[in-house]
């Protein structure tokens, strides 16, 4: 799958089969994290990967209910130092890269913005003068899953100036 392909094929995945994921992809998943862009190469994230069945579903009243964190293969919390001015765009590099991948391998992710952070502080043991960015669940998906409609590309894109929108003739 190159590329292209993942970025097509990456859909927000929320039924997830039980299936442990081989050491192999974690490795690759892993590099795709380490070998992300960041503002100043500070690669300011760190990330904690919950495979435990019982700490996943206390994580579940933590993310608004989501009760698909609970059938997860793992919940990762990013995490960043809230004081370096690009944290919260180098972590969301970060899991771009790692959906893509994860994508590539065969495997589903889903971003989770809904969540109480002091929540997953104390579950998860991340320091006070830490920041929890942004949390994601992975595994192998379970069953169909349609993308959603998607926005026409002359409603988001202008050129040279707002409001002046590509039109694909010209």
Known sequence: MDVKDAIANRLSIRRYAQASIPPDHMETLFKSLQLAASGNNNQNWEFVFVGDADLKSR???????????????????????????????????AFTNFTLQAAELGYGTCWIG???????????????????????????????HVARKRKAIDEFIFVERYGNRWRHDT
């Open 59 to 93: 994580l579940v009243g933590a993310c608004a209910n989501q009760s698909f964190v609970a059938r997860c293969a793992y919940f990762i919390a990013g995490v960043a130092d809230p004081s370096q001015k690009w944290h919260m765009v180098d972590i969301t590099i």
């Open 114 to 144: 809904a969540f109480d952070e002091n929540k997953i502080k104390d579950l998860l043991g991340v320091p006070d003068e830490k920041k929890v960015v942004i949390c994601m669940t992975f595994g192998l998906p379970q069953g169909r």
